[in-house]
């Protein structure tokens, strides 16, 4: 079992829906959590960053994080068709030399 | 400000044949990592510099070998070439942290081809 494990779906969802993406996760130790948004033919970029537990909202998307239940969530309200993308959730303990271990990707699909 | 460039975007390789890919930042980055990324499998790291002057082993260093040339540099390797290291292949840079941030700026990859 990956330490990291996160659905490759793909998800398609029409436009202006809520989109909700997961990852679980087995090591209690993690305390950085990351959202990556990867277009197509690019490198991913960072979206939305959360320390520890607790809620994130930037824009049209939120972060959580449960680390009891040692579960991440991304959420995308009112999607648009750039939404279009795959979705990498990260994670790393504190200190050391972070490496951060990811998640496989979610495809989202937002049609018109 | 270009951030992380990698050289070639494309390469078309023959079993056996070596090859260099090249990685570099301009956003005086301390730590630098190469990663491979396979349908399914998500990024998967390979090897990474923590600072100039260190290298360490990642997940799938097998075949591989790497040369942090200077602060701004970082290359991998490839001895020789198998089909198995068919890949997307990025770089990614940290900056050096302040407060909480962990991000990884990553290069707009190389796509491989061993035949």
């Known amino acids: 079992q990956k330490e990291v494990e996160q659905d490759p779906g793909p998800l398609s969802v029409p436009e202006g829906a809520i989109v909700s993406l997961n990852c679980t996760y087995s090591?209690?130790?993690?305390?950085?959590f990351m959202w990556y948004r990867q277009y197509s033919r690019k490198g991913p970029e960072l979206l939305m960053y959360?320390?520890?537990?607790g809620n994130k909202e930037d824009g049209r998307f939120t972060a959580q994080v449960d680390k009891s239940s040692k579960y991440i969530s991304l959420f995308i309200r009112d999607s648009q068709p750039s939404d279009s993308a795959t979705y990498l959730c990260?994670?790393?303990?504190?200190?050391?030399?972070?490496?951060?271990?990811f998640g496989r990707g979610t495809s989202l699909i937002v049609h018109p | 400000n270009a951030g992380v460039t990698q050289t070639p975007k494309f390469q078309v390789l023959k079993t056996g044949q070596s090859m260099t890919l090249q990685c570099a930042q301009d956003?005086?980055?301390?730590?630098m990592y190469w990663y491979r990324q396979d349908p399914g499998m998500g990024l998967r790291l390979i090897y990474y510099s923590a600072s100039e002057g260190t290298t360490d082993k990642g997940e799938v260093p097998n075949g591989y070998n790497v040369s942090r040339l200077n602060k701004r540099e970082f290359s991998l390797r490839l001895e020789s070439a198998a089909p198995s290291q068919t890949s997307v292949y990025f770089c990614?840079?940290?900056?050096?942290?302040?407060?909480?941030?962990?991000?990884?700026?990553f290069g707009p990859g190389t796509r491989l081809t061993v035949l």
């Open positions: 956003m005086n980055h301390n730590s």
């Open positions: 990614a840079s940290r900056r050096t942290p302040t407060g909480e941030t962990y991000e990884q700026f």
């Open positions: 959360t320390y520890s537990s």
């Open positions: 090591n209690s130790a993690f305390q950085y």
């Open positions: 990260a994670m790393s303990e504190s200190g050391g030399s972070y490496i951060p271990t």
